[in-house]
């Protein structure tokens, strides 16, 4: 099992380093494995495909380093999840551009669902609409993430979430005040 890790953090390590050279489209199985000084039924016997060596990395590195249970506080969540990205920016602004199938969105999706819904319930909390709720402001989260991480001038973890939770801050309150006055308005007539 060590041996087997080692030979994936090789690959991964090789495909970091392609990313920033090459476009993603132009990196082949051959160029991962000649990177790290592997074979290609190396290469298969650990990953279906380059795309599943991208998710792999980004499973291993960040995934199974979250646990939801060990945060009281959502917005800590949310700066330890732009943390990581911030750092990892350039691999993850490569990943991100593919679409189609197999693609990284795709599975950062997928992935990040659970902590987005986490997310969206400890920081609005659920109404009676809750599977409509969570998953509006998850994919909420999902693309204002993917699209600051995209941008080429980033700005920082701590001010990107402090802006998010002003503004989901700003919007509950307007949304509140519209509610209050049709209510006012209605109870009048």
């Known amino acids: 099992m060590a041996d087997s890790n080692i030979t994936r953090n090789a690959m991964a390590a090789a495909m970091k380093a392609l990313m920033k050279e090459k476009k993603l489209s132009k990196i082949s199985i051959s160029d991962i494995c000649g990177a790290c000084g592997m074979n290609r039924n190396s290469f298969y016997y650990h990953f279906k495909d380059k795309y599943d060596l991208i998710n792999w990395i980004f499973y291993t590195e960040f995934v199974s380093n979250i646990h939801l249970e060990e945060y009281k506080d ?90 998010l939770d002003e503004t989901i801050s700003l919007g509950a309150k307007k949304i509140l005040e519209v509610k209050q006055k049709k209510a006012a308005d209605s109870s009048v007539l």
């Open 74 to 163: 959502a917005l800590q969540l949310l700066e330890d999840i732009c943390d990581y990205l911030y750092q990892e920016r350039d691999f993850y602004r490569v990943a991100l551009k593919m679409e189609g199938q197999n693609s990284f969105q795709e599975y950062f999706s997928e992935v990040m669902d659970p902590y987005l819904k986490y997310l969206a319930d400890q920081i609005m909390g659920a109404g009676k609409e809750e599977a409509f709720f969570l998953r509006f402001f998850g994919d909420a989260f999902l693309m204002a993430i993917i699209r600051w991480v995209m941008d080429e001038n980033i700005m920082q973890p701590r001010e990107f979430v402090r802006q």
